[in-house]
T-cell receptor
């Protein structure tokens, strides 16, 4: 598609439950990025993929967060055993290639509320 | 460690006014800088991308400048309109990995 699609729009989970978020990048884009936006507009980079391969995972909390981008499927971000501090908006972005000439196009985000 | 700061945090102006939003970054070795707009409850819309070798980019009423040596970028909005009300974020492209480091944004309100 011509836009980055993210589902669901909203997700509510009780503390300790699992949460799974999905992202379909723009068709033809090779790179996918996940960001977390918490209160006060603070964006944090989580992980990026080049096609189905992890490109950079320096921002990922290793213990409970995992992500995948499999061929012919939406990318996913999964949080096992959610905590209150995971409440945030999770944005996915995609770019045609990796490099400073290439804009990142963002999806509408998934708002995760952990109660 | 790269840090991106945006001043002011909020700005309210009357319709028709020209305005400037500021973005500063601590490490001048950036590859590019991107300005975004975020409407409440929405995603990010890319406004302008400035390569490190460029000094400015223009799109309609928007003009973004980049001064790497001083670690600053400005977004100039001409003849502001109520529809320009949104949060404006700047982000720099980090190193070879390509992920963006964001400022906390400037919340702009344009009053009719």
């Amino acid at each position: 598609g011509e836009e980055v699609a993210q589902t669901p729009k909203h997700l509510v989970r009780g503390e300790g439950q699992k949460a799974k978020l999905y992202c379909a990048p723009i068709k033809g884009h090779s790179y996918v990025f996940w960001y977390q936006q918490v209160l006060k507009n603070e964006f944090k980079f989580l992980i990026s993929f080049q096609n189905e391969n992890v490109f950079d995972e320096t921002g990922m909390p290793k213990e409970r967060f995992s992500a995948k981008c499999l061929p012919n499927s939406p990318c996913s971000l999964e949080i096992q055993a959610t905590k209150l501090e995971d409440s945030a908006v999770y944005f996915c972005a995609s770019s045609l290639e990796q490099g400073p000439s290439y804009e990142q196009y963002f999806g509408p985000g998934t708002r995760l509320t952990v109660t | 460690k790269q840090e991106v700061t945006q001043i002011p945090a909020a700005l309210s102006v009357p319709e028709g006014e020209n305005l400037v939003l500021n973005c500063s970054f601590t490490d001048s070795a950036i590859y590019n800088l991107q300005w975004f707009r975020q409407d409440p409850g929405k995603g990010l819309t890319s406004l302008l991308l400035i390569q490190s070798s460029q000094r400015e980019q223009t799109s309609g009423r928007l003009n973004a400048s980049l001064d790497k040596s001083s670690g600053r970028s400005t977004l100039y909005i001409a003849a502001s309109q109520p529809g320009d009300s949104a949060t404006y974020l700047c982000a720099v492209w980090r190193g070879s990995q390509g992920n963006l480091i964001f400022g906390k944004g400037t919340k702009l309100s344009v009053k009719p």
